[in-house]
Structure formats: C-alpha cells, structure tokens
C-alpha cells in the first residue's frame, strides 16, 4: 500500500484527476454563489444590470466594498412573507417526501422481491415517464384535474359525482402534492430499490427461523437495512421540493406559497435581483444542513 | 483456544432398537420443482439426541430436505412429524427447529449479542433472561469479548461462532446446520467440528447436518444419509458406510477405493475359516477374487468388487501363493500424502489398482518408486461385493 501511495503522490496525472472535480465545482458552484452572494448585499438599482455596486475595476475597490450591506437579509426578517413562504415550503416538501416514501416504499419493495426476470421490465415502468418533457406531463396533470377535467367525467361517468358537480383539486395544495408526488417518485424508488435489491433474502429466513413472523421482520430486519436508501431518496427528493417552482405555479393556488416560487417574482416580477439573490442564499443555507446529514449518513454506510 | 474434552463418548444406536419412537419423521416425501423431483419418495427417521448427516453432491435434494423440516419449503407429497407432530402447514417461525445458514445470514445491523438475543426477543423472554442466555452462549462460543462488535468486524471463523451460538440460543429441539463449515479453513474446520460434537453432547440437542464433505460427515455424525438424485443410498453409521457401502454410488462416494467390475464364478457358501462369512469367488479379466461375504449372488452374475487402497498390501517380492488375490502390475504414480503414500499400480490389462500404505518410517526415499514391478496382494474380508 504504501508503495502505491508513493508512486501516486509523484504521478502528475493523480493531481489531474483529483483537480478537474475540484475545478467543477469551483467554477460552476463556488463561484455563481459567491456572484449571488454579492449581489445579496447590494442594493437595486434601475441600471444594467440592475443593482448597485458594480464591479469597477480594484482601484476603486475600498468604495466597492463600502457600498455593501445586509440590509436584504433584514428586510427578509421583517417581511412575514419570505418566512412565511421558508416554513411553508418546508411544510410542503416535507409532507411530499413522508408521501413519496410511502408511496415508493412499497413500488421498491415488490420490484426488489419480483422475479429476477421481470425486474428489468418494472425497472423500465419506473424510468419511462422521464422520456416525456416534465413540464408536458405537470400540463397533462392539469388537464386530469382541472374542474371540467378528465378525472370530474371519469367521476360523473361512475356516478360517483351529479353532471353539475366538479372536483376541487385544481388551484390547491393537494394539486401540488400531486403534481410533486407525480414527478419526484422515480427519485424516491429508485435509491429504494437499490437498497433493497442487494439485502440478502436469507436474513428474511433467519429472522422466521428465529420465531419471527413476516410482518415483524419487516421493521426488525428489511426496513433498518434499507435506511440508507430511505435517507438517500428522502434527500434526493426533499432538497429539490424545497425550492419547486413549476409544479405550485402550475397546479398550485393563490394561497400555495412556496420560496421557489417567491424568489421567481423577486427576480423576474419586481427586478429586485438583490433581494431575490438574499432569498437564495437563505435557501441554499436552509439546505445544507439535510445536505451534511446525507453526507454524514452516506460516509457511515461506505 | 483451549479444547474442552468432555464426557466420553457413549455408545449410541437407537436406530438399532425396534421400539424406539423416531423424533422426526420424513414420510414418503417428494417434493418438485417444476418437471424437476428434487427429492423422491423418501423416507428416513432421525431420533432424539442424533447427530445425523445428509450427505451428497450439490443438486441430491440434501438442502431441500432439511428446509423442508425448517419450514421454509413445503413438501409436494407426504409429511413430516417432529414428536408425532405433523408439521404441514406450520410456518417456520412456529417451529421448534433453528437453523446454522451457509451463509451465516447474520443480521449485519445488529451487533453480536444483539444477533443473538434475537430469537429469544421473539419468544418474549424478559430481559434478565435474555441477558444471561446470551451471556451463556459467548461463553459457549467463546467470543465473550465481541458482544459489541458488528458482524463486519469479525473474522470468518467468528462469524461461524455467533451464528451457531444464534441458532442455539433458542435450545431448539433440531438443530439444522447446513454446510457450516464450508468456509473455515482446514484447521480450523476440525477443531469446530470437535466442538460441535461437544456442544451436541452438552446440551443433549439432536443435530442434523447438511454437508458435501464426506470427512466432515464421518466425523461429526452418529449415522450419515447418503443421497443421490433425491433419494437415500444407504442411511448407516460411518464405520459401515465405509466398511460396508451397499452399492458403487456410496463405495465411490465416501473416501478412496478400488472398484473392479467382475463376474461371480462361484458362490458355494463354504466357509474356509470358522466363525467368518462364507467365501464367494469371483473374475475379474483374469484376476481371480475371493471375498468373505454373505451375499446372494450365484454364478455368472456381474458384480461390482470394492476394495479400500489402505486394505491392499504393496510389495516388492513376489508372495508365495498367487493364484488369487493377487495382482501384479508397474507402479504408474505415487501420491505422497505426508502420513500415507498412495501407489497407483498399472496392471498388465491397463488397470490402475491403487494401494496405500502408512509411512512408518522416516525416510525420504521409499523403497518403491515409479516403474518398480510390485506385487499386490489383499485378504479375504479387504473387500465387498456390491450388487447395485
């Protein structure tokens, strides 16, 4: 081993490969926030771009940087909207990904234990929607749910509903959990069945042979061993939902308040790119945190 | 690790007692998979304090057999009773029997005493009591200091130890070990066995082991089944199962020998020496044989004769009396084994007879070596007449 070490250590081309993820990152991660973050402190100007200070070059460097503040930050601690729309997206994504687990648990579960012939073909089942555009299928959820939509004249034909009765799921939360649930559920089952598919189907023996009843083994012996895949989909799914955009603009209602939502008129309805850069940055804090715990988690796993 | 000798091993046969009530019980069972039979028509009872083996190749139903009695697969035709209990239909975890899994498959989320407190858990024993069982089984074991580790962090051998100590945690009437020692090395595998055959005695448990591996079976087992395409050859104690195969199928299957296919010329049923079997003689392309035996044959018949390498003498100087019983042939290979030398003879017609012979001195040249011209000879009862 140490041999190997050595002869790495004087090999140029290990540096290579180590740097280019480091300079991925760099340029497409580091140095966009540290933009964003700048633009958090500055203040809005009608201008092009349209914030205060620019950049003018270093001698005029001192007066750049006194120029900047975080009054941005405080107006969001004041406003109860942005709070508001933080706890509320919480709320959303949180309620989505319980959803999403308990809705893919199972997907994964059955595809996990089906026939090591079939698991290709459902494995296919789970992926073949991402080969429509997202935004056509979110649309296509529209018109299911839409008060004259396809799933009131699927109840009216059932007679579950009289001709002049429609349903009110259009414009709501439940739209939006739909529409999130909808969309999200291959990220869930997915690292699901990843975690369940390599759990050894003879512990599930030893468990029943011990006096174990099905039932029991599930949450003594499958559930603890898939947990990395839980905690995996769980964040894959969280993070995104946090700052959804699309799918509570087109399925949500007036009262569906979400961040991701919030900080699109910031930018593109009222041009208050400093503002809007503050609610980004608050968002991108907000998500380390699940962030670490994944990493955490996933280091402990390997 | 310090080896407990125990009590001395008792003489045991129940099976020999006609009044003795089997503890288990296979009943004519078959089991299919598809157009496959795994396991045909069999019928075998195991008693109470047994340590019993299934032995054969990967594929003669061994496995299938044993997770049948655990549960995990029900039988296509017949039954099976544990104490006169039929057990059709009861799921594992309702059986009082507990299984020691190739693999191990033990819970890698679990620590070691966790692992063991499992089954007991399940039987809602109260805390105390569970503490002080698993206490008593790394003792057992001896892992004592590994309660805490997690199943990654144990070698092999240790793993080996938690899963038997799990699957005797439970004092299950049956213990069923399937291949337990397949991944121990050699050392290592004879001391455990050793030490199954100790914890068997101990805690008065009936044991029935699954096993490719014939040493294994000889050592361990009160008596051996050895099966074939889903059905029991011969169902004996390991002496007679190598003394006294019943057919080629269990002569070739168990240790090394010698099989020449014959005709009987004679079956006379005189005894040439008092107190023996009478002698049957047979032919075998020239070779002329005589075994004590009893056996029904008679003249013309063709007949299998078995005979173990270390019953056969090997020797320079050609013997007084040739006429049968003797071979003579060129020492084609020799295989050094440390303890015993194997002399693959060529005789005349082509053949290879092989002979062993214990290496009582301590020489490194031996006096016979490739291409010398040696004479075979064997007693009367070296070998066995097989008829299957």
Redesign the interface.
Known sequence: MAETGATAHTNPLRWLVVAIPYLWLFLFFAAPFFIIFKISLSDTAIAMPPYTPTFEGFGAIGDFFSQLDFENYGFLGEDPLYIDAYLSSLRIALISTLLLLLVGYPMALAMARAQASIRPTLMMMVILPFWTSFLIRVYAWIGILKPEGLLTLLFQTIGLMGPDDQVTIFRTDYAVFIGIVYSYLPFMVLPLYAALEKM?G??L?????????PW?AFW??TF??SLPGVIAGALICFIPITGEFVIPDLLGGAETLMIGKTLWTEFFGNRDWPLASAVAVLLLLALVVPIVIFQNQQQKVG | MAKSLGPVKRKFSPWTDPGAVPFIRFENITKRYGDFVAVNNLTLDIYEREFFSLLGPSGCGKTTLMRMLAGFEEPSEGRILLQGKDMSGVPPYRRPTNMMFQSYALFPHMTVEKNIAFGLQQDGLSKPDIAARVEEMLKLVKLESFARRKPAQLSGGQRQRVALARSLAKRPKVLLLDEPLGALDRKLREETQFELMDIQHTLGLTFLIVTHDQEEAMTVSDRIAVMDKGVIMQVATPAEIYEAPNSRYVADFIGDINILECAVTGNAGDCLRDGHPPVVRLVSNGLDIAVEQECPVTAGDKVGFAMRPEKVRISLDKPADTTVNTAHGEVWDIGYLGDFSIFLVKLEDGRILRAAQANVSRLVDRPITFGDSVWLTWPLDAGLVLTR
């Open positions: 050894d003879t512990l023996e030893a468990a029943s042979d011990l006096g174990c009843p029991k003594k012996i603890p061993l």
